[in-house]
């Protein structure tokens, strides 16, 4: 079965400084999609940053940019120029087939 | 473009009442459809998932119960509540593998 840990509970940074949440994933699928979501105090999800297993070139938006490293398994996800909007709880997802797969999230605080 | 809603915002509901929360899916055909559950400050549980009217596969054996009566359209249903019921109910849609897009979420509780 297909597993997602995210082992940093909670993570701080300092405004416009650099934060990098960890997860590392396992699967037997060689075909799958990673992806990374916002979730603000709103409860809104709000989808960050995605990853197809396939490309060897690391996804990137903005400021989010992911370091994924398919042989170790390990999606992380860097957020450079760190804001007080980034504050959130932040989950890893992995799918294969119709089922998503949630890690257990990364609270985020930005301090000013 | 694709909205999803989902109602009700909240809900206060006492043990032993019954439970219909709807979600809706406008701007898109076949979609995937997912009911998840979030207990506070934890991660998303799924709950059931549906890849196609009357497709529905359910995760955690539980007195929930999901229904699609309609392409864009997921129900989540029970007959008699639980205070374990209670938690923060999201909604999602996805297109065959790809991200998936969650409603605005329903806090329900159980007293």
């Known amino acids: 079965a297909q597993t997602v840990t995210q082992s940093q509970p909670e993570m701080s940074v300092q405004e416009a400084e650099t934060v990098t949440l960890s997860c590392t994933y396992d699967?037997?699928?060689?075909?799958?999609?990673l992806f990374w979501y916002k979730q603000p105090p709103s409860r809104q999800m709000i989808l960050v940053i995605r990853?197809?297993?396939?490309?060897?070139q690391n996804a990137t938006e903005n400021r989010f940019s992911v370091n994924f490293q398919k042989a170790a398994k390990s999606f992380s996800l860097k957020i450079s120029d760190s804001q007080l909007g980034d504050a959130a709880m932040y989950f890893c997802?992995?799918?294969?087939?119709?089922?998503?797969?949630f890690g257990t999230g990364t609270r985020l605080k930005v301090l000013a | 473009s694709q909205t999803i809603h989902q109602w009700p915002a909240t809900l206060v509901q006492p043990v032993g009442s019954p439970l219909s929360l709807e979600c809706t899916v406008e701007?898109?055909?076949?979609?995937?459809l997912y009911w998840y559950r979030q207990a506070a400050g934890r991660g998303l549980q799924l709950l059931f998932y549906?890849?196609?009217?009357?497709?529905i596969s359910s995760e955690v054996p539980q007195n929930l119960s999901a229904s699609r009566p309609q392409d864009r359209q997921f129900i989540l249903s029970s007959k008699k509540l639980l205070l374990s019921d209670s938690g923060f109910y999201l909604c999602?849609?996805?297109?065959?593998?790809?991200?998936?897009?969650f409603g605005p979420g329903t806090r329900l509780t159980v007293t």
């Open positions: 999602a849609w996805s297109v065959r593998d790809y991200e998936q897009y």
């Open positions: 990853q197809e297993a396939y490309k060897q």
């Open positions: 699967t037997s699928e060689s075909d799958y999609y």
């Open positions: 701007g898109t055909s076949n979609p995937n």
């Open positions: 997802a992995y799918t294969g087939t119709y089922k998503y797969i």
């Open positions: 549906s890849v196609g009217i009357g497709q």
